[in-house]
């Protein structure tokens, strides 16, 4: 698959082999050319559609000092580290540059560079983990951050047990099927968060104990009462909304009729390849369907469904 | 992809909806074709190739009871749960079946039947990950189970954090080159740990920010420093040993010169297609090069790669 998705295919290097190099960490964040980004509950800093990133020189001269931080790894120009600010921080931040906001990626991602929407997305996910790992799971000590942030140490001596970053696979899946007169449709849901009219894939998390195939089949059969076969892989997207990776397949119905899960669906509905160029976008005001927002791979999968259709 | 790898392709029903239906998962611990499957220290109980499950009325001969569980789901027979036992409990389990055993999966899942593995793997996984998760990250409060087990939730009424069981999406990948006379070979590494001889494909966590792909290349270019282009996905496979799920690839070599990262692998080598089928099997006990063990994903790789040059 050479598409690459909104959120993916970061060209800066992860540099792993320097998270565990304390002394090459110390002088990194001596370097004046290492750049800190901030994260504050959440959110991420951009002005217009660029993310704001500042050297120690900068930072000093408005009363901020990072120390440390999260070591995100290396670009052209140095290395790349994200801090978690306080309110106070994140005020200073703020001040830095005119116009600039701390805001959910999530809703602005798709207007920024892909290089820099996956740099943000890495940031915001790894900030979200550590926020959400401070105590140790087996015996409630305190965690301590290690290895440039990327793995959670337990302080109680006798525990010390290590936890990594925890990214959540979820299968996403157009299921397609094809009529006696080899008219093709696709089978898209709807839940009722989402604005008036807008119809996607269904998707669902990867259980343990199960290949990506079965996760699809389960999940399909559970949401919307159809039997697939032939599940074939597409493509894959980074979704750190907080902390998921969507796997991207293409399935052929089994069957036709549809009982939805009203937990887990307000609507599921067959779509003809013919009816699906006539729908709006996520986010048009106007009445009617919609399509799911253009950085989704839920878009990617209906898109190249499509294309398919003409080539 | 139609083939089904081991641990994975459980042919009973998860039945999700019964989870949080706990009039349902009342009555169902009342039946008297509910069965119970133990986990002790991470093992199952196992006899023959056989896992060990018994019903209430047969479990009350031996004093054991088990009101609760974790909920399975349903086979043809009725439902199935799974029990966390102590010591004790786990003596009385051994007593009720000759030559029962409580052993690693791992060690012994590739001798049982796919449909028994997959069931005995997701037990498995649920319970390591109840085991990690019995206080919360967040606040430090003591967590209880809910959803039938698949749910924590922190007692702490001022958090109540839920969270569900977490899932390592892996990518494991062949990596292929063709010389200038057509002849093909595949790029196998080792680690220190391994018995004697073997190789297998290369194979890391995937990161937050990055898609299967992108891991693919980082990881490939990590450990044996070779760049690739062309990721094609083949397989998956749960590998629940203790929370992985293996995304399995073919990629082609840009380069051809290895690099082994030191801290990640012993050796690393190009094997042609002529070479890979001298090679002995994982517990061979003669010297030389052995193949991954015939239940992994990356022996499937290997097989596959190898059928295809034939075809």
Known sequence: VAHTLHYAGGQWDRADRIRRDTDELQRLWQSPDTRWLPVFKANNLIAGNAAVMRTRAEL???????????????DNKGALFSVECDEQQAHAWRKLQVGSEFVDLRAVGSSMSTDEACLLGYARALSHWQTQNRYC??????????????????SNVDCQRQVFP??????????ERIDAQGQRSCLLGRTASWPEGVYSTLAGFVEPGESLEDAVVREVAEEAGIAVRDVR??????????????????????????????????????????????????????????????????????????????G
Chains 1, 2 share one sequence.
Request: charged share 20%; net charge negative.
């Open 60 to 74: 000093e001269q408005t009363g901020l000092s990072h120390d440390g931080g999260t070591f995100l790894g290396l």
């Open 137 to 154: 799971g087996v015996c409630g000590g305190l965690n301590t951050l290690t290895a440039g942030g990327h793995v959670t140490q337990c």
């Open 166 to 175: 925890r990214t959540d696979p979820a299968v996403i899946m157009l299921v």
């Open 233 to 310: 892989y597409c493509a894959s997207q980074p979704w750190p909304f907080p902390q998921s990776i969507m796997l991207g397949f293409v399935a052929t119905a089994v069957d036709d009729d549809i009982v939805i899960d009203t937990h887990e669906l307000e609507d599921a509905r067959w779509f003809s390849e013919s009816e699906l160029p006539l729908f709006g976008d996520w986010g048009d005001q106007a009445p009617g369907f919609k399509l799911p927002r253009t950085d989704s791979i839920a878009r990617f999968l209906i898109d190249s469904w499509l294309a398919d259709a003409k």
